[in-house]
C-alpha cells in the first residue's frame, strides 16, 4: 500500500505540471499526508457523487456531497451539497434512482464553478468514498477537460475495506454484500435514504470510522493501511 502512495504522490507533481493556472493547479501543489498518518488525527474528506450514468466518457456529474472528518469524528458544519447545471436533459432511468429533476438541475451551478469549492475542501487531504471509480474517474474527466490534467488523490474506498474484511474472517461475499447501505448494519449503524449525495458521503463517513475503530480499537490506524487499490 505504502508503494502506491508514493506512486500518488509521483502522479501528483506530474498532474502538477501538466494543469493549467487555476484551481486545480493550486490543490495539486498542496503535498498529500504522510502515510504514516494517524487517521484519528487527520482530516479526511468523504465525498459522494449522483450522475446521468456509470460512464465518465458519456455521462456527468449531477450533484456533489460532502463532509469532512476531523479528529476522527464527522464534523456535521462541514457538510456540503450542490446540484450540478447541466447541458443536456436529465435521463428518466437515472431521475429515478436520484430523484434530481431537469429543473432542479437547471437552478443549479455549472461544473466549473462548484470544483474549486471541491478542491479548496480536499487540498491535502485523502479522498473518502465507496466505491472509488465514480468519484475518482468522473473528477478527473471534468479536470481533464476544464484544467488539461488528471485529478490526483489519495483514497479511502469503504467498499474495498469492506472486501479487505469478508476475506480476512474468511467470509464468503454475496451479491451485493459490499454495497453501503448492506455493510453499515453489520456495523449497527441506522439506514438513511440511498441515491443523495450529501446523504450517502454521510454514511460512508460514518462507515469508515466505524470499520477503523472495529480493526484498530483504541490504537492508531496508519493512512497507508486504508489506501485503496486503485
Not at 9 to 33: D, I, M, N, S, V
Not at 81 to 107: F, L, N, W, Y
Not at 174 to 187: A, I, K, S, V
Request: contains cysteine; hydrophobic residues 40%; neutral net charge.
Amino acid at each position: 500500500m505504502f508503494t502506491r502512495f508514493l506512486g500518488k504522490e509521483y502522479q501528483r507533481k506530474k498532474a502538477l505540471a501538466q494543469a493549467a493556472p487555476g484551481p486545480l493547479a493550486e490543490y495539486l501543489a498542496t503535498p498529500f499526508p504522510d502515510k504514516n498518518s494517524d487517521c484519528r488525527e487527520i482530516e479526511i474528506v468523504a465525498i459522494d457523487l449522483e450522475t446521468t450514468g456509470l460512464d465518465p466518457r458519456k455521462d456527468v456529474i449531477l450533484s456533489i456531497g460532502l463532509v469532512h472528518i476531523e479528529q476522527f469524528s464527522v464534523k456535521l458544519s462541514t457538510a456540503w451539497h450542490s446540484i450540478v447545471r447541466i447541458d443536456r436533459d436529465i435521463p428518466g432511468e437515472s431521475a429515478v434512482i436520484h430523484q434530481i429533476t431537469d429543473d432542479q438541475s437547471a437552478a443549479g451551478a455549472p461544473i466549473e464553478e462548484l470544483l474549486p469549492e471541491v478542491f479548496a475542501r480536499m487540498a491535502g487531504k485523502p479522498m473518502l468514498v465507496h466505491y472509488s471509480p465514480i468519484e475518482q474517474n468522473f473528477i478527473s474527466a471534468a479536470c481533464q477537460r476544464l484544467y488539461g490534467a488528471p485529478f490526483v488523490v489519495p483514497i479511502i474506498d469503504t467498499l474495498e475495506i469492506g472486501q479487505r474484511v469478508f476475506v480476512r474472517r474468511n467470509h464468503t461475499i454475496q451479491p451485493g454484500d459490499l454495497r453501503l447501505f448492506n455493510l453499515r448494519p453489520r456495523y449497527n449503524l441506522p439506514q438513511y435514504k440511498a441515491h443523495n449525495a450529501l446523504s450517502d458521503a454521510l454514511a460512508t463517513a460514518e462507515l469508515f470510522l466505524a470499520m477503523a475503530d472495529n480493526l484498530y480499537p483504541g490504537r492508531p490506524c496508519r493512512l497507508g493501511e486504508f489506501l485503496s487499490n486503485r
